[in-house]
């Protein structure tokens, strides 16, 4: 996140892959409970109980779901992990839309296109990413794919 932050002078944020968007194979909803900053949402959101704790602990034990939409605006998305000593990184770009998300979705949230997301989802989760991703508006990957490789050493994974 904060390699994307530099990269865009932009806020960043990390969001869960939620792998569809109805027959759409190049979008899907990426969303989380909590972290966007408000510069990065449509509006102001709400903080409100999360869903999941109140159904199984109830009511107020589980303070600080963000409730909200996610801006529309091109994007750069990137995540890492560690293997044998290393650090591996995935990136690329896409763009959030304006498109609707169902009703009864919680935490914040915003509809994103990639080009051949289907087989960049495949290619994530078969070099063992976790479902976290972290995003920045603008187009930023160019700038940190070098610093990732020239200046860092770290190892990109191809999406």
């Known amino acids: ?32 409970c909590g972290p966007v900053p408000q510069s990065l949402m449509t509006a102001k959101g709400e903080v409100i109980d999360h869903p999941m704790f109140a159904k199984a602990l109830g009511a107020g034990n589980g303070f600080g779901c963000n409730v909200g939409r996610i801006a529309p605006n091109k994007i750069t998305f990137a995540s890492s992990k560690t293997q044998d000593g290393k650090l591996h990184v995935y990136l690329g ?15 914040c949230g915003g ?4 080009d051949q997301l289907q087989e960049k989802l495949y290619k994530i989760g078969y070099n063992g ?8 508006p603008g187009l930023a990957a160019t700038a940190l794919r070098e610093a990732f490789t020239r200046y860092l050493g770290y190892e990109i994974t191809e999406l």
């Open 111 to 114: 509809v994103v296109k990639i």
């Open 1 to 32: 996140m904060y390699a994307l932050n530099l990269a865009s002078g932009k806020p960043a944020t990390c969001l869960d892959w939620n792998n569809n968007y109805g027959s759409e194979p190049d979008k899907c909803i990426l969303f989380h």
């Open 93 to 107: 770009e896409g763009e959030f839309t304006n498109d609707k998300i169902q009703e009864g979705f919680f935490g």
């Open 129 to 136: 990413y976790r479902h976290h991703v972290s995003v920045t």
